[in-house]
């Protein structure tokens, strides 16, 4: 194994490292982190705080959902004609307009895909978000953490229609989702 696949291989493993974690354990991991006594302090000298900031539901959903992106971009490149990236190098393109003239056209529609899927997703994220960013409605509140706060409170016809919002959204995304695989613009 030489020093590039052991590089690819450790960029991987880090990268799938949230796949395999309870979503409530990334959470307390990115609420360490980026905690005043660590790496968020250092940012907090810059007005940068994800801690109890909708900014850090995004870092939340970032978190949980790139390892879906990365390994779905990944398998989707595996399925690209290498022969027309060797075409495309040996007509004199670098590597970067291979890529972005080449490759990006080529998986416009899976990335499309990728995208909205994981999107979907963060929408119900809970268990990060939660950790890093707590519940505070009107500031902090998600979809998800919305359908907790009413279900905590006994509002079950709130958290009954936001469950439903959820829902609607997901059968969406998946009905694009599946009509792309149905035409052949994406690989499932």
């Known amino acids: 194994m030489n020093t590039n696949d052991k ?10 490292l949230p796949l395999g974690v309870p979503h409530l354990v990334s959470g307390i991991a990115l609420l ?3 905690g005043r006594n660590n790496f968020g302090g250092f940012l907090s000298k810059f007005g940068i705080d994800f801690v109890y900031t909708s900014l850090g539901v995004i870092l939340a959903q970032f978190f949980v959902n790139l ?4 390994k779905t971009y990944s398998t989707a490149y595996d ?5 027309l990236l060797f075409c495309a190098r040996s007509l004199g393109l670098s590597e970067w307009k291979v890529f972005l003239h080449v490759n990006l056209p080529m998986m416009q529609r899976q990335i499309f ?3 909205m899927i994981c999107w979907a997703r963060a929408l119900g994220e809970f268990g990060a978000v939660m950790m890093l960013v707590g519940v505070t409605r009107m500031k902090t509140e998600t979809l998800a953490t919305s359908i907790f706060l009413n279900m905590s409170t006994g509002d079950f016809d709130v958290a009954s229609g936001v469950s439903v919002i959820l829902i609607g959204v997901s059968m969406i995304t998946m009905y694009i989702f599946q009509k792309l695989v149905e035409n052949g613009d994406v690989n499932a």
């Open 7 to 16: 590089l690819k291989n450790t960029i991987e493993y880090i990268f799938s």
């Open 79 to 83: 399925l690209i004609d290498k022969k």
């Open 32 to 34: 360490t982190f980026f």
């Open 67 to 70: 390892p879906y992106c990365v």
């Open 113 to 115: 895909s990728i995208w």
